[in-house]
């Protein structure tokens, strides 16, 4: 009797930690380098899957600090309360310098994506 409980916990054991692997898989976050030059981006449009995402920014020689904001295709970025938090870097991006967003969970749509600081046009992100 002890083996038989000893296999049932065993098998729910092995049947859990699959579960939590598959999801952590489905869940993974990527990370979505950009960089900035003086006044643009120098990848002018992204397509994603849904997902999780943190956006990494690298500052190439800009000569100042900048940032990066993304908002919802259609909505007004100069209000910031449009902009999507989550994607703000931690921190300005200072010249020959990298920073990272939080991380930044992206349904199906279109996002429009830029700096202000740069700045830069507006370019498009699509999640598929």
Not at 9 to 17: P, S
Not at 30 to 54: A, D, N, R
Not at 61 to 72: A, E, P, R, S, T
């Amino acid at each position: 009797m002890k083996k038989v409980i000893s296999i049932f916990v065993m098998v729910i054991a092995f049947t859990l930690t699959t579960n939590a692997q598959d999801k952590m898989a489905k869940t993974a976050v990527k990370t979505i380098s950009l960089e900035q030059t003086k006044g643009v981006f120098t990848q002018q449009e992204v397509t994603l899957k849904e997902g999780s995402y943190i956006f990494e920014i690298a500052n190439n020689n800009v000569g100042h600090d900048v940032g990066f904001v993304l908002i919802k295709k259609g909505t007004d970025a100069s209000k910031p309360e449009n902009h999507i938090k989550t994607a703000y870097v931690t921190e300005v991006v200072s010249n020959n310098k990298t920073q990272k967003s939080n991380v930044t969970v992206l349904e199906k749509g279109e996002y429009v994506y830029f700096c202000p600081m740069n700045p830069t046009p507006q370019y498009t992100l699509t999640v598929e």
